[in-house]
């Protein structure tokens, strides 16, 4: 069953644009070999909240996957193994959209309650013209 994962990894500041092209496309080949999609953003250089290893800087890519459980540890073994990368994070997300799109759907219908017109009462019959309503009767 294929599941929605996100993938946030950091890499080295001083690592060249070619050789994270190729990290990157070794992530996404073993992704697509094991019948998995990818698609890969590259955030650019930007500062660490704390010091990793010797670095206050990292490069930032994220991947986002579908696929089985297996192609996520195997691209997690893959970074733990990579030089390069200073630190990773691999969140399941699937179920969260499964949660946005109940919640959605439960507003969508409640909206459309709201905006149906409601159906009026029958207009009820004004009081004769010779008798007097307690609120105009005299004390």
Request: charged fraction near 30%; aromatic fraction near 6%; proline fraction near 5%.
């Amino acid at each position: 069953m294929n599941r929605n994962y996100e993938l946030m990894f950091i890499v080295r500041p001083d690592m060249v644009d070619e050789d994270l092209n190729k990290l990157i496309s070794t992530l996404e080949s073993s992704v697509t070999s094991a019948g998995g999609t990818t698609k890969t953003e590259v955030w650019g250089k930007r500062r660490l909240a704390y010091r990793v290893g010797r670095f206050n800087d990292g490069i930032f890519v994220l991947m986002l996957i579908d696929g089985v459980g297996a192609v996520v540890h195997e691209l997690e073994r893959r970074l733990r193994v990579t030089e390069p990368v200073i630190k990773f994070l691999t969140v399941r997300t699937d179920e969260e959209l499964k949660r946005l799109d109940k919640i959605k759907k439960i507003r969508d219908s409640k909206k459309k309650a709201s905006a149906a017109p409601v159906a009026t009462a029958p207009v009820t019959a004004t009081p004769e013209a010779g008798t007097e309503t307690p609120a105009s009767a005299p004390v």
